[in-house]
């Protein structure tokens, strides 16, 4: 699998995840719409929504759609992974690529529920996938090969950046990047009020922000400078920014969001030992 011009791709999962990948995937023309494949149990208004947003197909026969796909993408959320390997596995075949974006969910998880042993690669993107920034990690399940890691790394390449990283660290790379954007807009939320009430209007608050936050990403990638030189080249002594940021220290500004990645961290472990525990009580 070395391009996906000719490959047929049935997603498992139609949120959020799913919408930036697809997006991100048609932006980058690696694959015309009409060979992806979109299906979810409960919500068919979703599905139509895709299909009308992005002119993907609308699966009308589950099993079908599997079988005649080359890569099967796992899109849904943990909690509903279980139930979905026991209706989608019998469908899926050893020469098909099982591709999981499934935070805390591992591959030998996924592999020993499969009935035949097929490629099963782990994937964390973020949403960013929708504008084609995403930051990806990408791992290898036990029977893929090296070839098919690098295609896929080059899929997500192709929506951001993507680095292969061995599997023990996916539940870290969730609890950084796969969340991460979260933890961005939960600041811009809070800088956007600050703006407004300090009298700018919401209008020229967002602009001013947005360009910010991107100008400071951009600073962080062109310059490859340390964060904490960067910090310090803005901050004059006895100048507004110190002021502010004598603020954040106080309140353990730092400190806080390092806990925040760690328990996000913990928690992609705790919901792959949840669906382990799962289907192994559904499999005696």
């Known amino acids: 699998m070395t391009t996906l011009e000719d490959q047929r791709l049935f997603f498992a999962g139609a949120g959020s995840m799913a919408e930036a990948i697809i997006k991100g995937l048609l932006q980058a023309h690696l694959v015309p719409p009409q060979h992806i494949t979109v299906y979810n149990r409960n919500h068919p208004e979703r599905l139509q929504e895709l299909a009308r947003l992005y002119g993907v197909r609308v699966s009308t026969d589950r099993d079908a759609d599997i079988a005649a796909a080359d890569c099967i993408v796992f899109a849904m959320k943990p909690y509903t992974i279980v139930e979905a390997l026991a209706q989608l596995a019998p469908a899926i075949s050893a020469h098909q690529l099982v591709i999981s974006v499934v935070a805390g969910i591992s591959t030998s998880l996924i592999e020993c529920h499969l009935r035949q042993p097929t490629a099963v690669i782990r994937a964390m993107p973020n949403t960013s996938s929708f504008v084609q920034e995403s930051a990806t990690a990408v791992s290898r399940g036990r029977y893929v090969s090296d ?31 796969g ?5 961005v807009y939960y600041m811009a939320e809070a800088m956007l009020k600050a703006g407004q009430s300090c009298g700018l209007s919401a209008q020229t608050s967002r602009e001013l922000l947005v360009q910010t936050l991107y100008g400071a990403a951009r600073m962080l990638q062109e ?4 964060p904490a030189e960067l910090r310090r080249n803005v901050t004059s002594p006895n100048g507004t920014t110190m002021a502010a940021i ?3 220290d106080q309140a353990q500004v730092q400190d806080i969001l390092v806990r925040a990645v760690q328990r996000a961290t913990e928690r992609a472990g705790e919901m792959g030992r949840e669906a382990a525990a799962e289907l192994q009580s559904l499999s005696r």
């Open 147 to 177: 070839e098919q890691l690098e295609s896929v790394r080059q899929i997500f390449a192709s929506v951001g950046c993507a680095v292969i990283v061995d599997e023990s660290l996916l539940d870290a790379v969730t609890g950084l990047s």
């Open 223 to 226: 310059t490859e400078k340390d």
């Open 246 to 248: 004598g603020v954040l």
């Open 179 to 183: 969340s991460g954007p979260a933890y």
